[in-house]
């Protein structure tokens, strides 16, 4: 009997692997075969989707979905988790992160070990076992765009500013880029006037951060909307109101704690939908460029099963 084959050479049934051999600034490039190894060991054909940017990765991962894979393993950071979302959303494939990036907020939230081979062969039992768990996602529409998917966090305020501003930088390399980028961007810093409507309310509020959590954390760690349950179907907004430079620079540490919603110029909202729109912000989210606001962000509950 013959097996069919996706459009990509994915064979029906397989676990499709997508890996980003840069993440986490490529420390943990040898793991690759281990993983494959691991993931043979369940019996089911694995296949590695090639990919050389974040549009090829969502569009092989797409073809291995409409080809029939069994399932999708990321071996990666949040952005490779990202383009994943973007095939698995509402789909009956599950997906199995494996960290290693730099971030990995979105493995960790959903109840993931941190360890990349303890996370492997959790996602090769719940294969072999038929296990799975259903988490929810946030689903971004903007008009003139397609609707987008992510896991973690919607960032549209300060964080997303800084992270369009390193984008725009040809200079420095690495991780100083971005340290560069806070600097500009501090002594830029002034609130800007939002508007935000959570379940068909609407408000009118200065803010100089701003952000949409389906998940607690960002940037690896930063518990930006601490409360935030990916299995409630509700998302948590966390807004920082007019402050200045020294009062977010104090601020800043205790994201990572989740107190910052202590501070009396932090507030904390719950709602299913919410839309966000500001002139000149552009809103990022797992760490992934969307495109500027307006934007309306809706929870799906379930949207996602994971090898859990």
Known sequence: MSTATAPDGTPAGAVAVLANPV?????????????????????????????????????ACRAAVAGAAAALVTVGGDGTVHAALQ??????????????????????????????????TLIADALRTGREHRVDLARVSAAGRPDHWYGAVLAAGFDAIVNERANRMRWPSGPSRYDLAILIELARLRARRYRVTLDGEPYELDAVLVAVGNCASYGGGMRV???????????????????????????????????????????????????????????????????????????????LRLLR
């Open 23 to 59: 993440a986490g600034r490529g420390r943990r490039t040898g793991l690759l075969p281990t993983v494959c190894d691991l993931l043979a060991g369940t019996g089911r054909p694995v296949h590695l989707l090639a990919a050389s940017s974040a549009a090829e990765a969502s569009d």
């Open 87 to 120: 095939a698995l959303a509402g789909t009956g494939v599950p997906l199995g992160p494996v960290p290693t990036g730099t971030g990995n907020d979105f493995a960790a939230a959903t109840g993931f070990p941190t360890d990349p081979i303890a996370a492997v």
């Open 225 to 303: 909307c601490p409360a935030a349950d990916p299995t409630d179907g509700l998302l948590d907004v966390v807004v920082a109101g007019p402050v200045g430079r020294g009062t977010l620079i104090r601020i800043k540490p205790r994201v990572y704690r989740g107190s910052h919603l202590d501070h009396p110029q932090v507030r904390g909202f719950r709602a299913r939908q919410v839309t966000l729109d500001a002139a000149g912000v552009v809103g990022y989210a797992d760490g992934e460029r969307l495109g500027p606001l307006p934007v309306t962000v809706t929870a799906v509950p379930g949207a």
